[in-house]
């Protein structure tokens, strides 16, 4: 038997050889038309990408190609919703400026008044006391305190909301951002005898970034006390969940109408009910951009009359 | 840009003397990003529209477009590939496959698109995104409902979907877990910008969304309150 295997290996294996290369060749063949096939779908699916076409073919088929074109329309959705918000937030822009510029209209009206008072001061033989002097100079102060205060919460959510403020959330100890919030409003809540007071508030890692979430207690805060009578009272308080820690603050103010817990965060809203009290619309809305941005958000519960509640939750620290 | 567009549409069940008119008239768009709740009571329809937009059902009369599909006009095939591709469903009842663990879980509705590979750093991302990373190895069956209904989120986020639909996410979880569940519905909404519409009964939990669109009697009641900025003090 061996003899043979000896003699016929010579054109066996030729012809083995031939087929391989033959096998070879066309498959390389296959590729190299496959690859070609691949290429000019995908540079025909840029091309309608780039002049804005509807994108062929159809994502909806199985296959390589039909989970590339759906992708490519993903792409295409993408960039005119990016168009679309930017003609929006264009509008937006208008808007706050022109809502920006009623707001500080009044102040500046009033600063201009006490400074031409001021100035006129001694002239035509009319002067002013020391006393009447100080008092007009205090008024002025409080209304540039206002401009400055409204300036500043603009600057604050402009920012905000262009992205142009990464700040960093990070693990912190949470009492103390609570502690400088309240600092921030124990003057006035002290003014009009309201009682501030904790439950059980145990000091917890939180996902946050102090300074910034600060200014969202403040705002809550300094609505607690502007909303609540004298001899009021604020409450806070706090409840670990497994992945996020609510921080209540309720208060025992005026309280907000069912039908307006949705509006409360957006931009500019304010209830027709306190259209005389100060404020600009901003605070609640700010809190929620700068929330959102350290992964967690706030609710509110309320009875008219009686008080709100106001929680914000924030992620607790995992390892 | 509109990721959803439901015209007129109208939903009658049964016929003759069992004809229940379930939806009439009901119209609005849904934007990109945007996270809206409808809202009604037991019986008023939601769910009827939430099938109807998750191709789930076709409506008698009307036209729902997503992304510029017309659902009714696809075949049984499209359908399926359209459903896998665009829309992330979350029900109340989780619906997760008890046979296999977190990860695979959640990993399935990629695995069942052939020729799309599975990206394994956006599945660690969103697990641990949502407090599940350590658990990847366990099973449905030992988890709490609200641990479930967190896997069942990151499986609907899991294709990038144009939308996604949640049918009472909270229903089955108290308000502990509820709370929970709706931050991070909220929070990955935002970090993956994805859209999503939200049926539930609960109007607490509708105030943390972008929009709420309330539903009564399968007739429909945009809720977005108009209000007007005033200037000067």
Known sequence: MEWMWAENTGPVIVVCAVMAAVICAAAALFFYREKNRIYRMACKMMDELLDDKAVTPSGLKEGEAAVLSGKAERIQEKLRAEIGQAAGEKEQVKSLISNMSHQLKTPLANIMMYEEILSADGKGGKSLSEEERKHFLDKMHVQSEKVNWILNSLFKMVKLEENAIVFEAGPGLIRKTLLDAVNLVYEKAQKKQIEIGTEYFPDCLLYHNPKWTTEVFANILENAVKYTPEYGKITIGMRRMEMYTEIWIRDTGRGIDKGELNSIFKRFYRSPDVENVEGSGIGLYLGKLILEKEKGYMNVASVKGEGSCFSVFLQNCRN | ?233
Request: hydrophobic share 35%; charged share 25%.
């Open chain 2, 1 to 233: 840009m509109k990721v959803l567009e439901v015209q007129n549409v109208e939903k009658i069940y049964g016929s003759g003397e069992n004809k229940v008119h379930a939806l009439r008239d009901v119209s609005f768009d849904v934007e990109l990003g945007e996270f809206s709740a409808i809202v009604g009571a037991s019986g008023s329809g939601k769910s009827t529209l939430l099938n109807l937009i998750g191709g789930l059902d076709v409506p008698t009369k009307g036209k729902v477009v997503v992304r510029g599909h017309d659902v009714a006009k696809l075949n049984r095939k499209e359908l399926t590939i359209f459903r896998r591709r665009n829309i992330g469903f979350v029900f109340q009842n989780y619906s997760l496959m008890p046979v296999l663990n977190v990860y695979d879980n959640v990993a399935l509705p990629v695995t069942f698109d052939k020729g799309k590979y599975v990206d394994h750093e956006y599945i660690r991302d969103l697990l641990t995104e949502l407090g599940l990373w350590e658990k990847r190895k366990n099973y449905p069956n030992e988890l709490s409902g609200g641990q479930q209904q967190r896997v069942a989120l990151a499986r609907a986020l899991a294709n990038k979907p144009a939308l996604i639909l949640a049918d009472e996410p909270t229903g089955n979880l108290d308000s502990h877990t509820t709370i929970e569940v709706m931050g991070l519905l909220k929070a990955s909404s935002k970090k993956y910008n994805q859209t999503i519409l939200m049926v539930t009964h609960n109007e607490a939990i509708a105030q943390t969304c972008d929009r709420t669109i309330r539903i009564e009697d399968g007739k429909l009641y945009d809720g977005e309150l108009e209000f007007y900025t005033r200037g000067g003090e």
